[in-house]
Structures are given as C-alpha cells and as structure tokens.
T-cell receptor, first 111, second 117 residues
Framework: RKEVEQDPGPFNVPEGATVAFNCTYSNSASQSFFWYRQDCRKEPKLLMSVYSSGNEDGRFTAQLNRASQYISLLIRDSKLSDSATYLCVVNLMDSNYQLIWGAGTKLIIKP | EAQVTQNPRYLITVTGKKLTVTCSQNMNHEYMSWYRQDPGLGLRQIYYSMNVEVTDKGDVPEGYKVSRKEKRNFPLILESPSPNQTSLYFC????????????????FGPGTRLTVT
C-alpha cells in the first residue's frame, strides 16, 4: 500500500461546478499536510496547507480527518484555470523532515 | 526575483556518459532537495541537504550523487546514467524545516527532462 494515495482521475468537471477529491495517508503519525498544484509539464507550487480545524482560501477549502486518515480539497465555482494536477503531501515531522508525495489527481475543467 | 534555476532543462544522453544537472537558488534557503517524477508515481526524493556540507539520502539515491559546497548550489550528478534514470527531475529549496510549518513550502525549479538511451 502506498503511503499517500490519490485517485489519479481525470476528473472532468463543467465550469462553475464544485469538485472535491480526497487523499488518504497510511501513517497515523503524520503531522503536516499540504496541497500543491502542478500544471502540465511545470513545477509544483504550494496551493495551501491543511490545518486540523480545516481552512479556506477563497474558492478552495481543505479539510483534515485524522480518524479516517485522509485530507480533502474542495473547489467551488471552478474556473478553466483550475485545470491542473493536485498533489497531496504529508510530513511525518520526523528527524528527516521528509515529505511524502501522492501521485496527484488530474482535474480538467470544461467550458 | 526569488527563484530556483536548473540546467539543462532538457537532456538526451547515452548510457554511461556522466552528467551533471545544476541547481541554484537565490533565497538563502538552508534546505535543498532533488526529486524525480515518473508517471503514476509521486515525487520521490533522491537526496536532500539541510545545509552546506550536509547531505543525506532520500528514498531513491542509487545511481546519484550530490554535493553542497555552497549554500545556493546543489548539483545532481549521474556518474553512469542508465535508461531507468529517464525521468523528470526537480530541484527544490525551502527554509530549514525545524522553523515550523511555514518553512515546509518547497520552491521548485522548472524541471529537467532527462532521457537516457
């Protein structure tokens, strides 16, 4: 079992719709969680951190469910420019500070 | 402009021919790392460095070497490349992770697409 798992998609969503996807992690000791966005053939960029209480940034909402060991990303009123691959990242906060990356969920917003 | 640069961006080479991919950052970051990205797999860490002259193996270090002689530079060396090292490589930097959650934001270079025939 992979340490961090994501549905690869693609999720094909009409513009203006709401879309959500999850990311599950296997290590219950995981402490920090992040969503990164990666455009085709480009480098990943931080979208948002995920806090225990959940957090919102404009149209984006991130949630953490420690009991079930998953994080989620919700995008409201989706735009064409939201088309990208969304990468889930987990950190154990161990001595190596190593980040564990999911393979990503591809999102395609259609006009 | 704060950035991480990598060179070359694209490289096609043959098995066994030593190559170096350079990485440089201008943000005075202590932490730097190299990742490879392959279809269907997440970013996998090759090597990382917490500071000058301090380097450690990541998840997939076999076949790679790194050095950190200066804070800004972190080159990746493939002494004898093989076809299974064909991949997209990213260099990343951040503040030292011990400084808290905010320091975990990784700034990535634009990537190097390597093909080994």
């Amino acid at each position: 079992r992979k340490e961090v798992e994501q549905d690869p998609g693609p999720f094909n969503v009409p513009e203006g719709a709401t879309v959500a996807f999850n990311c599950t992690y296997s290590n219950s000791a995981s402490q920090s969680f992040f969503w990164y966005r990666q455009d085709c053939r480009k480098e990943p960029k931080l979208l948002m951190s995920v806090y225990s209480s959940g957090n919102e940034d404009g149209r984006f909402t991130a949630q953490l469910n420690r009991a079930s060991q998953y994080i989620s990303l919700l995008i409201r009123d989706s735009k064409l420019s939201d088309s990208a691959t969304y990468l889930c990242v987990v950190n154990l906060m161990d001595s190596n500070y190593q980040l564990i990356w999911g393979a990503g969920t591809k999102l395609i917003i259609k006009p | 402009e704060a950035q991480v640069t990598q060179n070359p961006r694209y490289l096609i080479t043959v098995t066994g021919k030593k190559l170096t991919v350079t990485c440089s950052q201008n943000m005075n970051h202590e932490y730097m790392s190299w990742y490879r990205q392959d279809p269907g797999l997440g970013l996998r860490q090759i090597y990382y460095s917490m500071n000058v002259e301090v380097t450690d193996k990541g998840d997939v270090p076999e076949g790679y070497k790194v050095s950190r002689k200066e804070k800004r530079n972190f080159p990746l060396i493939l002494e004898s490349p093989s076809p299974n090292q064909t991949s997209l490589y990213f260099c990343a930097s951040s503040s030292h992770p011990s400084r808290g959650r905010a320091s975990y934001e990784q700034y990535f270079g634009p990537g190097t697409r390597l093909t080994v025939t």
